[in-house]
């Protein structure tokens, strides 16, 4: 009995040795537990998407330290901007982020003369000018320069009926489209995004969100009813909060909006004209259930601050209060969670600003003051391939991305999904069936059922209807058998 | 006349809705074993409605797995019933005994029962468009046991129409009061438990001391 429980062992062992040296980078060795979400939206363990490669500080690039950055972007030529926001500059570094290339702290007015930055929040640049958009939010401005900080362009305070007078402009975020319309995100207003079009003038607001219907706004709508106007004006309003963060891809524009109360429109999807594109659809972003601090006690209730578009059109959300980014595919299909809260590498204190260039995810931090890059493990890039393959309808094509992806993770959730529906456009039912089951998709497990069914029908229905008619031709014999007796033995009743 | 074997009043008693409790009654038919049989098997039903569903019409959460809820749906709300009918309808004036309500009642329990087996077998058949299908043997199987139900308790206490609403409706508030009591006196055991736990824990610190 002990001979072979050790020689069992050994063999495990041997197992587990040969199965760590395969895959490079598949092991978790990350400072958190990484997981994902179960169709029950249970935390289940998980491979790593992303491991943290290593962080980088301000004196790393040779600008000296930076202090409270809040934006990082990276523009088509793969330089990297920083707002560097408590040192009043901008820092250009190169795209492995090793050295600053440029810092920008005056820029040359038009009229010649040198203007400063006060407290930079956001940084944009556009590929089609190549302008740098920066919201200089103490000097509640807009700075629009060139990349020699020659200004071009300077948005200031609206003077409009639409936007009140007495609120103040202090930009937070700042984005371009490809049309040159400047979208501000200010930090006292509800009402969206402010838009400028491309010459500076004000335009209106962009992409509100919405109030979420809690019971006590509803109830005060129905009181609203019978109140009267002197009654209403003293009540308090309710206003939706405003949002955070965004970034455009393509025609859309991503928004998040960071509120630990509200979880209607915390990420949403624009269209050009500002509509929702996510309204309809039930999505939730961030933690399902908000984990527990023990050693704070209160709930860590996400605050997605950043969002960015990767490349292949994952949406990533970063979460101020966990420290966690998580990853979306296009269809808002939770890929990885990465980060935590934590002062080593991979971990952040106060996640500021997430970019995405390539296979990579830079996390700026503005207590750590550092510029994480979280590089994609093997298990990430294989993920990442299936998902396109699959969101692009190649199912088949994306079956044997698949079949590694649960080779690496058995609880994979998605593979299974992506399995079990190229299997099902491939003609094996009952595999699709086997694969649907293990996905928890009862939709996908009706779609294999119903053409395996017919198959089945199909092939079968020669024996089916024999066998139906040789039931029936029995059951009447049986019964006519039946009466006959007991019209006998009635008849025989009677004669007595 | 009537000469049937056990098994076959219930048969009798379950096709014949309006009739078939009466002529039980005069037959003084009906068995014990029998009805505790049919409630075993709405026990198991229940489970199989519940767990051996076909996948395209939901996917159960596997993950736990507690008997005490099947308990419930099936002995103890059948138990409930009997015994609260019992406590109203003795009141208002009902010749029925317990063991007579327990008999007539599990018996048109029946095609409740069998509508959870007919239902789990075909949900490995249909898909989900033909849901319908289910739903409408479901229909059948509730409508004809509410009917029996009624009946059964109009014939084992020998009321009129009108009373025998009257005395369902009390049944039914008796079985959500003695539900009540039940919960009550469950958590009350639990509370004096901890009392007596923490005492002896207190007491066995004490004399570690």
């Keep these: ?496 | 006349m009537m000469d049937l074997t056990q098994r076959q009043w219930v048969r009798h008693a379950v096709t014949h809705p309006i009739e078939g409790f009466e002529d039980m009654r005069w037959k003084k038919s009906g068995s014990v074993r029998i009805a505790f049989f049919i409630v075993f098997l709405l026990f198991i039903g229940e489970i199989f409605d519940e767990r051996l569903f076909g996948f395209q019409f939901g996917i159960p959460y596997d993950k736990t797995f507690s008997i005490v809820p099947y308990l419930v749906k099936s002995f103890v709300l059948f138990g409930a019933w009997v015994v609260g009918n019992w406590a109203v309808c003795t009141l208002l004036d009902g010749e029925g005994t317990m063991k007579n309500i327990c008999i007539y009642s599990a018996y048109s329990l029946v095609p409740y029962i069998v509508q959870l087996f007919v239902n789990v077998l075909l949900s490995h058949v249909l898909v989900s468009d033909e849901v319908v299908f289910i739903n409408v043997i479901r229909l059948i199987g509730v409508g004809w046991t509410v009917i029996l139900l009624f009946s059964a308790v109009r014939s084992v206490h020998q009321y009129s129409g009108g009373k025998t609403v009257f005395a369902v409706i009390l049944t039914i508030a008796a079985m959500l009061i003695m539900l009540f009591l039940l919960v009550l006196f469950m958590s009350l055991v639990q509370q004096i438990w901890i009392f007596i736990l923490s005492v002896y824990t207190e007491i066995s610190y004490r004399f570690r001391v």
């Design chain 1, 1 to 496: 009995m002990k001979r072979s429980s050790r020689l069992l062992t050994l063999v495990l062992s041997g197992l587990l040795l040969a199965a760590g040296a395969v895959p490079a980078h598949t092991s978790a060795d990350e400072p958190y537990e990484v997981y994902n979400y179960d169709m029950w939206g249970e935390a289940i363990p998980s491979q790593a998407g992303y491991t943290a490669g290593k962080s980088v500080s301000g004196r790393d690039l040779g600008a000296g330290p930076m202090d409270g950055p809040s934006d990082i972007f990276c523009d088509h030529e793969k330089t990297f901007y920083i707002a560097d926001t408590g040192n009043d500059r901008i820092i250009a570094a190169d795209s492995g982020l090793e050295n600053a290339v440029r810092i920008y702290d005056k820029f040359i007015m038009p009229d010649g003369s040198e203007t400063t930055l006060n407290s930079p929040t956001g940084i944009f640049v556009s590929e089609e000018r190549d302008w740098m958009y920066i919201a200089d939010n103490q000097n509640s401005r807009v700075l629009v320069s060139d990349k020699d900080g020659n200004v071009v362009m300077e948005v200031k305070k609206p003077v409009s009926e639409v936007y009140d007078q007495k609120r103040t402009f202090l930009p937070q975020k700042v984005i371009a489209d490809k049309a040159g319309n400047i979208y501000v995100v200010l930090n006292n207003i509800t009402t969206g995004a402010a838009m400028f079009s491309p010459d500076g003038e004000f335009t209106g607001f962009y992409g509100a969100n919405r109030v979420q219907p809690t019971a006590e706004i509803i109830s005060n709508y129905i009181k609203n009813i019978f109140r009267s106007d002197e009654k209403k004006a003293g009540m308090a309003r309710s206003v939706p909060s405003g949002i955070t963060g965004f970034d455009i891809d393509g025609d859309f524009i991503f928004t998040c909006s960071q509120s630990s109360t509200q979880t209607t429109d915390t990420v949403k999807k624009l269209n050009a004209a500002g509509k929702n594109i996510f309204a309809d659809l039930e999505l939730a972003f961030g933690d399902y259930r908000p984990m527990y601090d023990v050693s704070n006690n209160k709930l860590m209730q996400s605050a997605i601050v950043d969002i960015d578009i990767s490349d292949d059109g994952s949406i990533n959300c970063l979460d101020r209060t966990t420290g966690r980014i998580f990853q979306y595919d296009e269809e808002c299909n939770l890929l990885f969670i990465v980060g935590t809260k934590a002062r080593q590498l991979g971990g952040f204190d106060t996640a500021a600003a997430v970019e995405s260039v390539d296979d990579k995810l830079y996390v700026l931090d503005s207590a750590k003051d550092t510029v994480t890059i979280f590089e994609e493990t093997a298990f990430g890039s294989i993920v990442h391939e299936a998902t396109a393959l699959y969101n692009d309808g190649y199912y088949e094509e994306a079956l044997d991305p698949w079949y590694e992806v649960l080779r690496m993770d058995g609880n994979y959730r998605r593979a299974y999904i992506g399995v079990a529906s190229a299997l099902l456009r491939k003609g094996d039912y009952k595999g699709a069936m086997k694969y649907a089951k293990l996905a928890d998709s009862p939709k996908l497990y009706d779609k294999a059922f119903e053409a395996y069914r017919r198959e089945f029908l199909r092939r079968h229905f020669g024996k089916i209807a024999a066998g139906t008619v040789i039931l029936a031709g029995a059951a009447a014999v049986l019964r006519y058998r039946k009466k006959r007796r007991t019209a006998a033995a009635d008849k025989e009743e009677k004669e007595e």
